[in-house]
Structures are given as C-alpha cells and as structure tokens.
T-cell receptor, first 110, second 120 residues
Framework: SQQGEEDPQALSIQEGENATMNCSYK?????LQWYRQNSGRGLVHLIL?????REKHSGRLRVTLDTSKKSSSLLITASRAADTASYFC??????????FGPGTRLSVLP | DAGVIQSPRHEVTEMGQEVTLRCKPI?????LFWYRQTMMRGLELLIY????????DSGMPEDRFSAKMPNASFSTLKIQPSEPRDSAVYFC??????????????????FGEGSRLTVL
C-alpha cells in the first residue's frame, strides 16, 4: 500500500508557535498533497508537491518532500486558533487513486 | 462555482433499509471519487470514475454497496440493505487532472461537505 502515515497523531501548541507534521509513505508517487479538515466539514486542499520537487511554500505553509526517505513534512508558521483542524497527507500514484493517511489533529490554543 | 454538492447531509435509517447518497461534482471535472470516513478506519477510497466510467471499485466493501454515474453531473452511492457498521461519513470528491505533453498529472481533490449516515 502507498498509504501515508502522519506523525504525530495529535499536536497541541500555543498560538504563534510553529506546527510541524510529518508524513511517510511506502511506494513511488506522482505527487503528495496535504489537506485540512475542520470538524464536521469536508477536506480542503492546502498544497501539492510533485515528486521532482523538494520544497514548496504557500503563505504560512511550507512543505518538504524527500523521496529517498519517502517522507514529507508540513510546517505551519505563526499558528492561529483558526488553524485548529485535522491535517492529512494524500499520496497519488500514477493512476488517480489517492490514498490518505490517518491524519494529525492539531489544536492551537489561544 | 458551487463546489461539490452532496445530499443528504445527514441520514438516519434503520438496519435493512436502502440508503442512497447523491453527489454533483464540479462542472468540467472528469474524475469523481467516493470516500468513507470513520474513526477506526480513517478515509477509505470506495470507488472512482473517469468520464462516468467506474475505474477502480476495489474499495467497495461488499455487494451491498453500488455506485453509478449516469452522466457527468451526477453520481449515486447506494447501500442495500444497510447495516449499523455502515455508519460513517461518506464524501464525494471531484478532480480535473492536468494533461501536458501526453502525460496525466494527478490534480487536487475537491470535496463535498459529506453525508453523515447513521444506521440504527
């Protein structure tokens, strides 16, 4: 299975701190994506990084990808209470079957 | 665009009843996915379609589950008969992969708000 596995399962930080979440996967990928899910809502796409990219930025988000280690990290800088959510990595092979990891629950305390 | 639209948002039914969940993908997207989310198993891909044709249904748990996509703007996921273990949130998502120089690049998924199913 190419399923991603996020680490940690849960993370609690103070507002203004940085939050780092990691994702590991098992097989070759086309790209890796990160999604956010607020409680009771659908998933929202945050950022996509292709297999030939090593780092990508979007606002306060920074994603890295290490294909040799089959791992990725998501960094949220200067976190806000509104960042409280579950974060999922999804790996996509060369078909269209996205596989999601179990997610990291992030709590940002005011 | 209104995004991916799912209905109903909530469904409570009794064991043995038929359940039909509906999805309208984003106009122009040619891939449609059905996912199921539970605390125990996380997000599971049930089936996905390309241009209304089922491509991979290996995630469909058993014959009680069926999915159709009669046209580009509508899909259904049916459970008959329903069981308590089917209780979950069912998500529909659509995507439009990019195509460059003959290669297909996986795009982002756009999710609906989900249908929360409770089977008593």
């Amino acid at each position: 299975s190419q399923q991603g596995e996020e680490d940690p399962q849960a993370l609690s930080i103070q507002e203004g701190e940085n939050a780092t979440m990691n994702c590991s996967y098992k097989t070759s990928i086309n790209n890796l994506q990160w999604y956010r899910q607020n409680s009771g809502r659908g998933l929202v796409h945050l950022i996509l990084i292709r297999s030939n990219e090593r780092e990508k930025h979007s606002g306060r988000l920074r994603v890295t990808l290490d294909t040799s280690k089959k791992s990725s990290s998501l960094l949220i800088t200067a976190s806000r209470a509104a960042d409280t959510a579950s974060y999922f990595c999804a790996t996509a092979g060369y078909g269209q079957n996205f596989v999601f990891g179990p997610g990291t629950r992030l709590s940002v305390l005011p | 665009d209104a995004g991916v639209i799912q209905s109903p948002r909530h469904e409570v039914t009794e064991m043995g009843q038929e359940v039909t969940l509906r999805c309208k993908p984003i106009s122009g997207h040619d891939y449609l996915f059905w996912y199921r989310q539970t605390m125990m198993r996380g997000l599971e891909l049930l089936i996905y379609f390309n241009n209304n044709v089922p491509i991979d249904d290996s995630g469909m748990p058993e014959d009680r589950f069926s999915a159709k996509m009669p046209n580009a703007s509508f899909s259904t996921l049916k459970i008959q008969p329903s069981e308590p273990r089917d209780s979950a949130v069912y998500f529909c998502a659509s995507s439009l992969p990019s195509r460059k120089l003959g290669h297909l690049y996986t795009g982002e998924l756009f999710f609906g708000e989900g249908s929360r199913l409770t089977v008593l």
